[in-house]
């Protein structure tokens, strides 16, 4: 513990304005932080609470027709073990159901669930929406991993219930949801136009040819963008890995002055569409070079990269896809937003907002 034993009147003085500032840097610091956190991070619908449960595994369970009448009833957050189910481990799932508010028809959508042990897969009305960790034979926990979702807004339904079902395999000790904010977010100050989040293809390692429209990707696997690649099956990989994704833009998008916002990328990255690169953040190393890439902070930015005239296809396939370099850590397109703003629109958010917040 640090003694202040100020001699004089002008120590004593500059000790209170010291302590009239740290006073000011506790205080005001958190209080910016949570007007922040209100502005651009919105809980839209509470899902906490009693939810239906199963032990078991059948995948008939993720069908939003499902007759779950029967299932015990149980509470979101919280270990089954504390809830009748002491001592299992293994595979269980949960449903739930919410309805889509006037507000949420504005917004880019994510399903929070908090944290789960150890490891999940998300649906929507039967639709896949994300997942984390590795399920049996080859298993690996995602327990630390935060699950937010992004929720396309084709696999919605508007006029009635939409249907959640959470497959949950958990190894050891607490299992299930256990801790969190659970509900539907909207976490970003811009809605683009088309969004493009949700499920992409994902490869490690590095081949020029991955840029191109026509190359063959089916055999690629799974990843949801926005989100981490180490809790989406590559676990400590650092290094090169390419994104895509194929996408029809409506027509009335197509003509458009349009700029692409893709979020936050870890490290670095270079972006194509239809073959030709519309930008890059960060100097990607080449495989010969054993050092590491030394262009700043770009990780910490929200990529936006104009789009030429003509690039994008009008009532047929285009394709994006996304070279990234990754260091250490988290690696991958890991925050939002993800899509197509119109320009007009771009230019709006920034003079309300500053910058597209991620």
């Given at each position: 513990m640090?003694?202040?034993?100020?001699?004089t009147?002008c120590?004593?003085?500059?000790?209170?304005?010291?302590?009239?500032?740290?006073?000011?840097?506790?205080?005001?610091?958190p209080?910016?932080?949570?007007?922040?956190?209100?502005?651009?991070?919105?809980?839209?619908?509470?899902?906490?609470?009693?939810?239906?449960?199963?032990?078991?595994?059948?995948?008939?369970?993720?069908?939003?027709?499902?007759?779950?009448s029967?299932w015990?009833?149980?509470?979101?957050?919280?270990?089954?073990e504390?809830q009748?189910?002491?001592?299992?481990?293994?595979?269980?799932?949960?449903r739930?159901?919410?309805?889509?508010?006037?507000?949420?028809?504005?917004?880019?959508?994510?399903?929070?669930?908090?944290?789960?042990?150890?490891?999940?897969?998300?649906?929507?009305?039967?639709?896949?929406?994300?997942?984390?960790?590795?399920?049996?034979?080859?298993f690996?926990t995602?327990?630390?991993?935060?699950?937010?979702?992004?929720?396309?807004?084709?696999?919605?339904?508007?006029?009635?219930?939409?249907?959640?079902?959470?497959?949950?395999?958990?190894?050891?000790?607490?299992?299930?949801?256990?801790?969190?904010?659970?509900?539907?977010?909207?976490?970003?100050?811009?809605?683009?136009?088309?969004?493009?989040?949700?499920l992409?293809?994902?490869?490690?390692?590095?081949?020029?040819?991955?840029k191109?429209?026509?190359?063959?990707?089916?055999?690629w696997?799974?990843?949801?963008?926005?989100?981490?690649?180490?809790?989406?099956?590559?676990?400590?990989?650092?290094?090169?890995?390419?994104?895509?994704?194929?996408?029809?833009l409506?027509?009335?998008?197509?003509?458009?002055?349009?700029?692409?916002?893709?979020?936050?990328?870890?490290?670095?990255?270079?972006?194509?569409?239809?073959?030709?690169?519309?930008?890059?953040?960060?100097?990607?190393?080449?495989?010969?070079?054993k050092?590491?890439?030394?262009?700043?902070?770009?990780?910490?930015?929200?990529?936006?990269?104009?789009?030429?005239?003509?690039?994008?296809?009008?009532?047929?396939?285009?394709?994006?896809?996304i070279k990234?370099?990754?260091?250490?850590?988290?690696?991958?397109?890991?925050?939002?937003?993800?899509?197509?703003?119109?320009?007009?629109?771009?230019?709006?958010?920034?003079?309300?907002?500053?910058?597209?917040e991620?």
């Amino acid at each position: 513990m640090i003694n202040f034993k100020p001699r004089t009147n002008c120590c004593m003085t500059v000790l209170k304005n010291y302590i009239s500032r740290l006073f000011l840097v506790i205080f005001l610091i958190p209080l910016s932080q949570a007007a922040t956190a209100r502005e651009y991070r919105d809980l839209l619908q509470r899902l906490d609470g009693g939810w239906k449960f199963s032990i078991g595994d059948n995948r008939e369970w993720a069908k939003p027709d499902f007759d779950d009448s029967a299932w015990e009833n149980i509470k979101v957050p919280s270990a089954w073990e504390d809830q009748g189910f002491y001592g299992y481990d293994g595979y269980a799932w949960y449903r739930n159901t919410f309805v889509v508010t006037r507000e949420m028809k504005t917004k880019d959508l994510y399903l929070s669930l908090g944290y789960i042990d150890d490891v999940d897969q998300v649906y929507i009305n039967g639709k896949l929406i994300g997942f984390s960790g590795s399920f049996p034979p080859a298993f690996s926990t995602a327990t630390d991993a935060r699950r937010k979702y992004p929720i396309p807004e084709e696999y919605l339904n508007f006029s009635g219930k939409n249907v959640i079902a959470v497959r949950v395999y958990n190894h050891q000790l607490a299992g299930g949801i256990i801790s969190g904010e659970i509900g539907i977010v909207s976490n970003y100050n811009v809605k683009p136009d088309f969004s493009i989040f949700g499920l992409w293809l994902i490869r490690s390692g590095d081949n020029k040819l991955w840029k191109e429209p026509n190359y063959k990707d089916k055999l690629w696997h799974k990843i949801v963008v926005p989100g981490n690649w180490e809790n989406q099956g590559y676990k400590d990989y650092d290094g090169v890995a390419w994104y895509r994704r194929h996408f029809i833009l409506p027509d009335e998008l197509t003509p458009q002055k349009m700029v692409l916002v893709i979020g936050k990328i870890e490290n670095y990255d270079e972006v194509y569409i239809n073959g030709v690169l519309i930008g890059a953040s960060g100097k990607i190393p080449s495989p010969k070079s054993k050092g590491k890439s030394k262009s700043g902070e770009d990780y910490r930015k929200a990529r936006v990269y104009s789009i030429p005239e003509n690039l994008l296809h009008s009532s047929r396939e285009n394709t994006i896809a996304i070279k990234v370099y990754n260091a250490r850590n988290r690696g991958g397109i890991v925050e939002g937003p993800i899509g197509f703003v119109k320009l007009a629109n771009y230019n709006r958010y920034f003079r309300e907002f500053g910058e597209i917040e991620p």
